[in-house]
């Protein structure tokens, strides 16, 4: 029979991992759409345009803004689930 104090350090670990491989992934599409769309990919998305602006720019310039403050509402939903699976919320 396992002891309540043996469950939750495991318990603790498990939800930090969770936590941890939530930013790791967005951190890696905030990435990718700040630097490898905003600056390598460019050219090629020059050739599309958001009103006179090419669709690269659009990115480079505001783009990653709208993507960044998405993916803090999704770091916030994401997050509240997690604490809720492992009986953290407030």
Do not use: H, T
């Amino acid at each position: 029979m396992k002891n309540s104090k043996d469950e939750k350090p495991k318990d603790m670990q498990q939800y930090w991992r969770s936590n941890l491989r939530i930013v790791a992934v967005l951190l890696c599409v905030w990435f990718v759409v700040a630097f490898c769309i905003s600056i390598f990919f460019i050219e090629p998305l020059n050739n599309f345009s958001v009103g006179e602006l090419g669709l690269g720019f659009w990115f480079a310039q505001q783009g990653s803004i709208f993507i960044f403050v998405l993916l803090v509402f999704a770091y916030a939903i994401l997050m509240d689930r997690l604490d809720r699976k492992f009986d953290v919320d407030e």
